[in-house]
């Protein structure tokens, strides 16, 4: 849950769930920034998403009982009623009016002010297309749609031009950006454009990312091209075929780990995090087995490890559940196993120079493959500097040349 207070009489943005909601906070914040509201920008990704985004909004009631209080995003798209219905609340915004000037009372199309992190979230796609068995999200969020290039461009120039070091781009289906385009471009050719027309900007990530979408050309931009960075996060979900395939995902084990290991052979700093699901219904032993190999098969040192939690609605909610002690179970497992790893790997960084992007308050930062570090003196936010790591803990200790 990202919290953001902004100056003045405005209350809080409160953003649950992913980077393409953290992106489309700072649009609304835009929208609002000259009025007292309180919003809640809600999630749905999982039963316990929505019941934080349900504490959030009680708790902005209390904390702000004379602000007007909104409530958007996927959980109240997909429950208005039920959000609607809670104690203090003015209105729903649905997703799809989100970004809409006359939903927030604004009295022009909305351009989004210079991102208040030294990560800019660029917001390049929207949606989904596929039917995932254990996942609400696009009802939601509807069908994919992208946003045209030249929009993209001009946005990442103008924060550039405003001191961004690095940019992420973000979607619901990052992958299957281009698709209802003119021309059905690819993400791989929307990056290559971003490189070209933007030659200042140092820095580009890439939010999660379908193993099965990820072709020639976006490969060869993770392999060889310095500018975008060396961390992947793939939606993995599993590493058992059956339960992949009951999933309803379109990769199999053996397909996302000859991806990683290829960009492996060709660009060796490369950090591979993923989402990986513990417990998803009829998971046995074995199957569990073969998504806590994938861990080190594969070297994830960014993990987003969720216990499975049935989403009324979704086709997954009607198979044999898991027991929810056994799930919690695998999902301690597996983020102790991923511990591991990361453990291991940041140790292997002790000695190097790292890149580190500086983020407020000036003591911290992250590395281009993603690792945290933290400072031993402060440098000025928003830069780039060179550190040499000099510890490793949770975090990396770096020493600022």
């Known amino acids: 849950m990202f919290a953001a207070k902004p100056r003045g009489d405005m209350a809080e943005i409160v953003t649950l769930g992913c980077r393409l909601n953290l992106s489309e906070s700072e649009t609304i914040r835009a929208m609002v920034r000259d009025r007292r509201v309180a919003v809640v920008n809600s999630c749905a990704v999982t039963g316990e998403a929505v019941r934080q985004s349900r504490r959030a909004v009680r708790r902005l009631a209390r904390a702000h009982p004379d602000a007007e209080l909104v409530v958007t995003g996927c959980a109240a798209t997909i429950d208005p ?29 909305a351009e989004p002010a210079p991102s208040p992190h030294a990560r800019a979230l660029v917001e390049v796609q929207n ?27 001009d946005r990442i120039r103008a924060l550039v031009d405003a001191g961004h070091r690095e940019v992420v781009l973000t979607g619901v289906d ?16 929307l990056v290559e454009r971003i490189l070209r027309l933007v030659p200042d900007l140092p820095r580009i990530r890439l939010s999660s990312i379908d193993p099965a979408e990820v072709d020639d050309r976006l490969f060869a931009l993770f392999a ?11 939606s993995m ?18 397909q996302a780990v000859e991806l990683v290991a290829r960009l492996h052979a060709l660009r060796p700093d490369i950090a591979v995090g993923a989402d990986l699901i513990a417990g998803f ?20 040192v960014h993990p987003h490890i969720f216990p499975y939690s049935p989403r009324e609605g979704t086709p997954a909610a009607r198979m044999p559940q898991v027991d929810p002690a056994i799930v919690r179970d695998r999902a301690a497992q597996l983020r102790a196993i991923a511990a591991r790893v990361r453990d291991d790997w940041q140790a292997g960084l002790v000695g190097s120079i790292q890149s580190v992007l500086v983020e407020r308050p000036g003591d911290r930062g992250h590395a ?7 400072l031993t ?4 936010p928003g830069t780039l500097i060179r550190a040499r790591i000099t510890a490793a803990h949770d975090h990396l200790i770096g020493e600022p040349e």
């Open 377 to 380: 003196r402060p440098a000025v």
């Open 174 to 189: 990052l992958t299957s950006y281009g698709g209802d385009l003119p021309g059905i471009p690819t993400l791989g050719r």
């Open 81 to 109: 009623a039920g959000f609607a219905a809670l104690p203090g609340v003015a209105r729903v915004v649905a997703n799809p009016l989100k970004l809409s000037p006359e939903a927030w009372g604004a009295p022009a199309p």
């Open 237 to 254: 979900q599993a590493g058992d075929d059956l339960i992949l395939k009951r999933m309803k995902r379109r990769h199999s084990r053996a």
């Open 281 to 300: 219904p009829t998971e046995d032993d074995a199957a569990f087995a073969n998504s806590a190999s994938l861990i080190e098969t594969c070297r994830i």
């Open 224 to 234: 060889h091209e310095p500018r975008v960075m060396p961390h992947l996060h793939l």
């Open 127 to 153: 949606g989904c297309d596929h039917a995932c068995t254990f996942c609400i999200i696009p009802a939601g969020r509807g069908a994919s749609r992208s946003l045209p290039a030249g929009g993209v461009v």
């Open 368 to 374: 281009e493959n993603f690792a945290e570090v933290r």
